[in-house]
């Protein structure tokens, strides 16, 4: 939410008014498969993710390409509508230890995911053979259980597995077949829709964050080179770049000259102007 603050504040729906579909850009998010709630990288060993133990028959996705997954009393899993009530498994995680916690109230996975992640850390993800033999042991009073694998059907152009969503009442609609993009409509906060992926939107972009900082440097020019001259400018410029690597600066890091009022970098320095203006800083 703290991102979407950020989009509808930096949106000027001045310049986003061209059609019937106006003040909606397109953001990065498009159709995807299975992924877990908990979507930390370093939550998981290789293959950790990837990690199933499917009843025979199942997943059978019939719901809109929208289905979440629970847990039987044998340990095979199944999918099913998100909107089900059943008891959640929430995962409890506190450095390299984890622990199961189921909760005795029936809900929808929604909103289990929202219940574990304020009470605990998430729903539960299971990573393999023993954790499921953990969540089983939970269900030991004949139960089906929420865990956290769901197919929310999206993913992040990035690559990211963040879980966030933040769909308008409604969406997604899922009338766009397999090619379906997001928008975001900020005429109500940001709310995301799902559209043909052909259609024309603004859109938004991101990147690393960027800072700039002026400093102003002093050479002794013992060889008169004339220092506005481009070459000569572009090879102090590799210098200044190795020695702030040598420091341990970045090597993005980018530099460059100001130009200043008449054109030019660089000015030879008034000496007597700088004796005048230090006797005026001792009186």
Same mark, same amino acid.
């Given at each position: 939410?703290?991102?979407?603050?950020?989009?509808?504040?930096?949106?000027?729906?001045?310049?986003?008014?061209?059609? +019937? +579909?106006?003040?909606?850009?397109?953001?990065?998010?498009?159709?995807?498969?299975?992924?877990?709630?908990?979507?930390?990288?370093?939550?998981?060993?290789? *293959?950790?993710?990837?990690?199933?133990?499917?009843?025979?028959?199942?997943?059978?996705?019939?719901?809109?390409?929208?289905?979440?997954?629970?847990?039987?009393?044998?340990?095979?899993?199944?999918?099913?509508?998100?909107?089900?009530?059943?008891?959640?498994?929430?995962?409890?995680?506190? *450095?390299?230890?984890?622990?199961?916690?189921?909760?005795?109230?029936?809900?929808?996975?929604?909103?289990?995911?929202?219940?574990?992640?304020?009470?605990?850390?998430?729903?539960?993800?299971?990573?393999?053979?023993?954790? +499921?033999?953990?969540?089983?042991?939970?269900?030991?009073?004949?139960?089906?259980?929420?865990?956290?694998?769901?197919?929310?059907?999206?993913?992040?152009?990035?690559?990211? !597995?963040?879980?966030?969503?933040?769909?308008? !009442?409604?969406?997604?609609?899922?009338?766009?077949?397999?090619?379906?993009?997001?928008?975001?409509?900020?005429?109500?906060?940001?709310?995301?829709?799902?559209?043909?992926?052909?259609?024309?939107?603004?859109?938004?972009?991101? *990147?690393?964050?960027?800072?700039?900082?002026?400093?102003?440097?002093?050479?002794? +020019?013992?060889? !008169?080179?004339?220092?506005?001259?481009?070459?000569?400018?572009?090879?102090?410029?590799?210098?200044?770049?190795?020695?702030?690597?040598?420091? *341990?600066?970045?090597? !993005?890091?980018?530099?460059?000259?100001?130009?200043?009022?008449?054109?030019?970098?660089?000015?030879?320095?008034?000496?007597?102007?700088?004796?005048?203006?230090?006797?005026?800083?001792?009186?």
């Amino acid at each position: 939410m703290e991102v979407m603050k950020i989009l509808n504040n930096t949106a000027d729906l001045d310049k986003m008014f061209y059609s +019937n +579909n106006s003040y909606r850009a397109w953001i990065g998010l498009s159709r995807d498969n299975w992924r877990w709630s908990l979507s930390d990288p370093s939550f998981y060993k290789p *293959g950790e993710t990837e990690f199933r133990r499917w009843n025979v028959g199942e997943p059978n996705v019939g719901y809109s390409n929208n289905a979440c997954t629970g847990m039987r009393p044998d340990g095979l899993w199944f999918d099913d509508s998100c909107k089900l009530g059943i008891f959640p498994v929430c995962a409890d995680i506190k *450095g390299s230890n984890v622990t199961f916690v189921i909760i005795p109230s029936p809900i929808t996975w929604t909103k289990a995911q929202s219940y574990c992640r304020a009470l605990y850390t998430d729903l539960a993800s299971v990573r393999n053979m023993t954790e +499921n033999q953990k969540v089983q042991a939970l269900t030991a009073g004949g139960n089906l259980v929420w865990i956290g694998l769901f197919r929310d059907s999206w993913k992040w152009s990035d690559g990211s !597995n963040s879980s966030f969503s933040f769909w308008k !009442n409604g969406q997604p609609d899922n009338n766009n077949g397999n090619k379906a993009c997001v928008a975001a409509d900020f005429s109500q906060s940001g709310a995301w829709e799902d559209w043909p992926c052909d259609m024309e939107r603004a859109f938004i972009c991101f *990147g690393p964050v960027v800072s700039k900082k002026v400093m102003k440097v002093k050479f002794e +020019n013992k060889k !008169n080179l004339d220092l506005n001259d481009s070459a000569v400018m572009e090879a102090m410029l590799k210098q200044l770049k190795q020695k702030l690597r040598a420091q *341990g600066l970045d090597d !993005n890091i980018k530099l460059s000259w100001r130009k200043q009022a008449d054109g030019k970098v660089f000015h030879k320095e008034d000496k007597k102007t700088n004796k005048r203006r230090r006797k005026r800083e001792e009186l």
